[in-house]
Every structure is written in structure tokens, then in C-alpha cells.
């Protein structure tokens, strides 16, 4: 899995296009980095074995973290051109979010387009019902959200779509702010 991620983070990094990622691919690589980490726990940290282990545990995050951020820009980039993204190269997790981007940026539109024309912006029904949008103040590693889907990590100044639940709890600790779209 470890020449995987790196292949695809390469491509990643080095392209300005969104390279094509599998379907289960963040499946995938949750699983990796739970085996890494959990023998990692096993070995001795001052051993050689031990030591190289920790040394790919921080390699593999870094990637992961490098790729999704990367994609995540690219993807908003793209939402914002009104560019067809080919939903084959996204994988599960990312056509979901697609879709919640995609309604994100119409409501956003919809609120332009009211200004522009001198009307009262309305609020508009937002579909994903139970999420909500908040501004992140410090950074947050990955969590996973009530719906058991992972969110993250952020770093301060990320926009992210939670369930209400994790959102409120953000809220409550002092590292996000609400964000209202409507």
C-alpha cells in the first residue's frame, strides 16, 4: 500500500489536473495506517524495526495529508469553474462530498445572483440537513463524525461541512466557529 500511496501522491502533487484515485482508496489506506500504527505499538520505539516504523507512520500521514488537501483544492477549484469532474476519478468518500460542495456552491450562487438583481436574499433549503458549515481555528486532527465517515484533519481557516453533532461539539471546545450559508 506504502508504493501505492506514494504513486498516487506523486501524481497528485506534480499534476495541476485530479489524477484518478480507486473507489475504496481512503478505505484502503485507513486500513494501512491502523496496521502501521498498531505495530508500531508492538515494537520496542528504540529497536531499528521500531524506529523505521514510526519513520513510515510519519511519511504515510504526511502523504495522506499532502494528497487529500491537494484533491480537496483542485476539486474546489474545478466546483468553481463549473468544470465536469469526472465522477470515476473520485473515490466514494469524495463523490459524497462532491455533491455537498456542489449544493454548497448553487447557495451560494443563488444568494450572488439575489444581491446582484437588487432582491432580498432568500434563504434557500439546503440538502444536507444535519450538517453544518463552520470556520476552523485550530488545527484538528482527523475525526470520525457521528455518521462514521472520517472528516480532517483542518487546519486554522478550513471551511468544513460536519454533522451538526461533531460540529456543535467543535464549537463548544473553541476550535471552529459556525458559519451561516443562508
Known sequence: MYDELLD????????????????DFYARLADYVRRVREERRLLDEESLRGKLIQLEEENVKRMISD??????????????????IPLGSLTE???????????????????????????????????????????????IPQIIGVDMRVYGPFKPEDIAVLPEENARALIKQGVAVEIDVM
Open 67 to 84: 494528497l487529500v488537501r491537494a484533491r480537496y483544492a483542485k476539486l474546489l477549484q474545478l466546483i468553481e469553474k463549473n468544470e465536469v
Open 93 to 139: 468518500e469524495e463523490e459524497s462530498l462532491y455533491s455537498d460542495l456542489m449544493a454548497s456552491k448553487k447557495a451560494f450562487d443563488h444568494l450572488l445572483s439575489d444581491i446582484l438583481h437588487g432582491q432580498k436574499p432568500r434563504a434557500k433549503q439546503s440538502k444536507s440537513k444535519g450538517f453544518s458549515v463552520v470556520r476552523v481555528l485550530k488545527e
Open 8 to 23: 498516487a501522491w506523486k501524481r497528485e502533487i506534480e499534476s495541476p489536473e485530479l489524477q484518478s484515485l480507486p473507489k
